[in-house]
């Protein structure tokens, strides 16, 4: 689990799939639609202040389970009878570290597992039936619950993202699509498939569910390394065991597996992938789950990684037995809905207005979307409130293209170059000149009006979390900090200054080391931070 900022976004949408509903569309799709214009005057924000304020809840909870250190807490003694785990937690209930966190649950997270636990009921069923088509269990899908509390909008410091905490290279290389338009890694149903996969490949590759749920978390190279290096005092091996090896190819003997040489990580590596199923009547402690607790009480993993799987399987424990530990059952269902699918830019508010709904519901159902709209010209799946389906196609394939979405329209001041608009409303430069084929983009006169190609504008949390290329100031040197730079103009206050850039005025005071007391002057340049 990784820390997260306080001010990500936690919009929760994730449902049984519905058959998609193509509207009728024309056979010609124009390089460019149609526009409906807004004025910049209000920027249409991303993220209601409902859900940023869920969102601060989130980050502290999920900071506070990552910043605990493990001890011995008073909790009910285990009892399994009458409850069914697919992970193995009886084996491993009583040990000292989920001891710990089913203490924390308890006590000081109670608020955070709560919430949680009510969000998880919309996601659980979706979850455990994409983990079984992989042949994985489905309490393993309660990482997603010690990730990211079901939050599909949360970004960790290391700009991994959504409810599976993805970041932007091993979710592009698990197909999801990342950049300035769409962040996959939110979308709950496709991450979640994205996340059976890659823990599907992890279990393949070391035959065992919870040394893929460490490599999950810390990297399989670093859990490839770690065993390579950890030393087996007392190996289980059988004769059968020995067969096998020699059958499979596998360059083991008893006599190296007893060593107290640590072996070779790229031999492990070779090795590792070897599931216990496939070894009969013998358990190789190199991949049994047991050596996940063996290794975790070695320096040889990071604090997180040790404490990782204790805390999957105390969620699992209360998760499937609320009461016992003093929590009150979760409600609520599954949520379904239907889609529509498109062809080109089209708002959310649009679609919204279409289904009889509101913008954040739709927005809801699809946070991938970063600019509540569908990328132009590129084909596009978006959900609707179940039941709408069939309305909103019928609605959707009447609507004039000009109608479909509606841009922003921007006027230029003084001084600004293409440069620092696109900055401002987090876009490439190129595509705001493509926009505006009629206009001199590159040194826009003042008084001219632009079209924005976004019906809103994300934040610099999202972009910069979605590696999107901005264009805008560039740091001078190695490790800096990226900041826009704005002239105080004659009438401005910092209020108004802070809501134009969507940072804080107390952002900008300690970005300029400004005292409380000092009011601005026309001409005085401000850091703006990222």
Not at 93 to 110: E, I, K, M, N
Not at 257 to 267: G, I, K
Request: proline share 7%; aromatic share 6%; charged share 20%.
């Amino acid at each position: 689990m990784n820390r997260f900022p306080l001010g990500v976004s936690a919009l929760l949408a994730l449902g049984a799939c519905a058959p998609a509903i193509s509207p009728s569309s024309p056979t010609a799709i124009p390089a460019a639609p149609a526009v409906g214009v807004l004025t910049d005057s209000a920027l249409p924000a991303a993220v209601s202040p409902a859900s940023a304020a869920t969102a601060e809840r989130d980050a502290a909870a999920l900071n506070a389970l990552a910043a605990a250190d493990p001890g011995i807490g008073d909790v009910p003694a285990f009892d399994g009878q009458g409850v069914r785990w697919d992970i193995d937690v009886i084996s491993y209930a009583t040990h000292p570290r989920v001891q710990y966190y089913l203490s924390y649950f308890q006590h000081s997270g109670r608020h955070g597992m709560a919430a949680f636990l009510t969000r998880g009921v919309r996601y659980e069923s979706l979850i455990r039936r994409r983990f079984e088509d992989e042949g994985l269990p489905g309490d393993l899908g309660y990482l997603a619950l010690i990730e990211s509390g079901y939050s599909n909008e949360a970004v960790s410091r290391a700009n991994a993202v959504g409810m599976w905490q993805f970041m932007r290279a091993t979710g592009r290389g698990y197909g999801l699509r990342v950049d300035s338009w769409v962040d996959e890694r939110r979308d709950p149903i496709r991450a979640t498939d994205a996340a059976a996969r890659h823990l599907r490949d992890l279990r393949d590759r070391f035959g065992s569910l919870y040394l893929a749920a460490a490599a999950y978390n810390a990297g399989a190279g670093k859990v490839s390394r770690s065993l390579g290096k950890l030393q087996w005092e007392e190996p289980v091996i059988t004769d059968t065991l020995t067969e096998d090896l020699h059958t499979l190819g596998a360059d083991l003997d008893e006599e190296s597996l007893d060593s107290t040489e640590s072996v070779d990580a790229d031999t492990l590596e070779a090795n590792v992938p070897i599931a216990p199923a496939a070894i009969p009547n013998a358990t190789p402690v190199a991949t049994s789950d047991a050596a996940f607790f063996r290794l975790a009480g070695t320096e040889l993993l990071a604090t997180e990684t040790q404490d990782y799987v204790p805390k999957l399987i105390a969620a699992a424990i209360i998760a499937k037995n609320p009461a016992r530990y003093g929590f009150a059952p979760p409600s609520g269902h599954s949520l379904s809905y239907d889609s529509l699918v498109v062809h080109d830019a089209t708002g959310l508010d649009v679609i919204a207005r279409l289904a009889g709904t509101s913008a954040a519901q739709v927005r809801e159902l699809n946070p991938q979307f970063l600019r509540l709209a569908t990328p132009p010209r590129a084909r596009a799946v978006i959900r609707l409130p179940a039941g709408t389906g069939e309305m909103v196609a019928l609605k959707y394939s009447a609507l004039p293209r000009s109608a479909r979405v509606r841009y922003l329209l921007h006027t230029v001041r003084r001084r600004e170059t293409l440069s620092t608009i696109a900055s401002r409303y987090h876009l490439p430069a190129s595509e705001i000149r493509a926009a505006n084929p009629r206009v001199d983009a590159s040194r826009p006169r003042a008084g001219t009006r632009l079209i924005i190609p976004a019906a809103g504008v994300p934040s610099m949390l999202a972009m910069r979390a979605a590696g999107a290329h901005i264009s805008g100031p560039r740091p001078r040197g190695p490790g800096r900090t990226t900041h826009a730079t704005h002239r105080v103009r004659r009438g401005e206050t910092l209020t108004a200054i802070a809501r134009r850039y969507r940072v804080s005025v107390t952002a900008i005071r300690r970005a300029n080391a400004l005292p409380p007391q000092l009011a601005l002057r026309p001409g005085m340049r401000l850091r703006i931070p990222a």
